[in-house]
């Protein structure tokens, strides 16, 4: 009978493992962790909210795998193709898509799909390969141009209507215009623009939308209503002191006062059971995914992918700030999930696939240089 090799199953197994990157892996696995153990208290009363993450856990690691294993080069022949059919799904779902809960943001296709998902990393793509094509004759009309395919899909999601998808797609978006070379000056008189023109903003907006801003201001001017998810949320990271309350043992979340507590506000019975220094440790891991995700990025070869990898690396930033920002209180409930940690196929898939396309970028650098 054949000795059992230890050693050659290692050399058989070993390039399938090889594809993934070392520190971000680690990284995200942690946050995972995290996600897990915490939902796991906000779930108790949700039967199989765990055994469903861990499916969206592996469905999301099979894509980073994949997306991990494909050459950057490949990436960028796909760029135009993938921004023009997220386009395509995207005007589909104005004239044809579904309706839930007073929003159309999904489309039958045999299976249901939300494609404003597509444009968070198509986005990104498709700058990047705009701005390799024109490397060395950027001048303003070329930033018109990036400009004029980044407002087409997010006015598309903006009207479905979904502002919190529209201002992450935005976001990563601007960054990619940003890195590109994008001056200081121009920065500053868009932002000031922008400032001149919240009033004809204001006006645009939905009235559901206009009604966030103002219980940000004010939660307390409805508590029982509008206010209430913030209200509550607040109450529950300010109740978890330095220390917390300790794991299974937060009552807001437990007594079923803070709303969403396994997706948009899992941030909240995270804080309640692990109190400030939790928080710190989380924001730690945070900032150790985006920092590793720009180090990608300063490395990166081409001008596309360190476009591409700083844009996904910032995009992490975006989810974290956001979701984390509107949970505190500093910011209007908008629906953006805390990354790899809220319970959701969707945003999981689609974080999956960045990591996975900076995995691909660092890999294939190192192939390069050896």
Known sequence: MQK???NSLWRM??????????????????????????????????PGRMQGQLRNIAVAL?????????????????????YA????????????????????????VGIVIQPSEIMKIAMPMMLAWFFQKREGTLSWKEYLIAAILLAVPAALIIKQPDLGTALLVLGTGCYVIFL??????TIAGLLISACASMPLIWSVLHDYQRQRVMTLLDPSADPL?????????????????????GWLQGTQGHLHFIPERTTDFIFAVYSEEFGLIGNLVLMALYLLLIARGLMIAANAPTIF??????????????????NMGMVSGILPV???PLPFMSYGGTALVTLGLGAGILMSISRHRKLVQT
């Open 4 to 6: 059992f090799d230890k």
């Open 13 to 46: 197994v070993k390039p399938w493992f090889d594809v993934f990157d070392g520190p971000l892996s680690l990284i995200i696995f942690f946050i995972m962790l995290v996600g897990l153990i915490t939902l796991y208290s906000a779930s108790i009363d949700f």
């Open 62 to 82: 099979v894509v980073m795998w994949i997306a991990a294993s494909i050459p950057p080069q490949t990436l960028m022949r796909f760029a135009v193709p993938i």
């Open 85 to 108: 059919v997220g386009v395509a799904l995207l005007l589909g779902v104005f004239a044809f898509g579904m309706v839930k809960k007073g929003a159309r943001r999904w489309l039958n």
């Open 180 to 185: 590109a070379g994008l001056s200081w000056k």
């Open 225 to 245: 209503g509008k206010g209430f998810h913030i209200i509550q949320s607040t109450i529950a990271v300010g109740s978890g002191g330095i220390l917390g309350k």
């Open 305 to 322: 992918t360190r476009l591409l990898a700083g844009a996904i690396a910032l995009m992490f930033f975006n989810y974290a700030f956001v």
């Open 334 to 336: 908008v629906g953006v």
